[in-house]
């Protein structure tokens, strides 16, 4: 069974960084890709960043440039760096593997004041 335990998140101002982690248990993680995603209050979950087993990114539009995913495969861990943060990507962060069935998280809360 897969379990996915997100942290990091906290308050931060505009202009700020944060640096989200998932540890990831109950898959083979190095062979599996990994994702972010959030949802906003009143809105749908979206797909922020993935990372396949091999490392190649992807990200969605409104963070490009902005937040990096990671993957350290010792840790089973998948990070994301997410620097000049607006209030915008106010939202609670979940991670999930890309080719695993799995139960969402409780994720962490990213607040961004203005």
């Known amino acids: 069974q897969v379990q996915l335990v997100e942290s990091g998140g906290g308050l931060v101002q505009a202009g700020g960084s944060l640096r989200l982690s998932c540890a990831a248990s109950?898959?083979?993680?190095?062979?599996?890709?990994m994702a972010w995603y959030r949802q906003a209050p009143g809105k749908q979950r979206e797909l922020v960043a993935a990372?396949?087993?091999?490392?190649?990114?992807n990200y969605a539009d409104s963070v490009k440039g902005r937040f990096t995913i990671s993957r350290d495969n010792v840790k089973n861990t998948v990070y994301l760096q997410m620097n000049t943060l607006k209030p915008e990507d106010t939202a609670v962060y979940y991670c999930?593997?890309?080719?695993?069935?799995?139960?969402w998280g409780q994720g962490t809360r990213v607040t961004v004041s203005p």
């Open positions: 109950g898959l083979i993680f190095s062979f599996s890709g």
């Open positions: 990372i396949r087993g091999d490392g190649i990114t």
């Open positions: 999930a593997p890309t080719t695993a069935k799995f139960s």
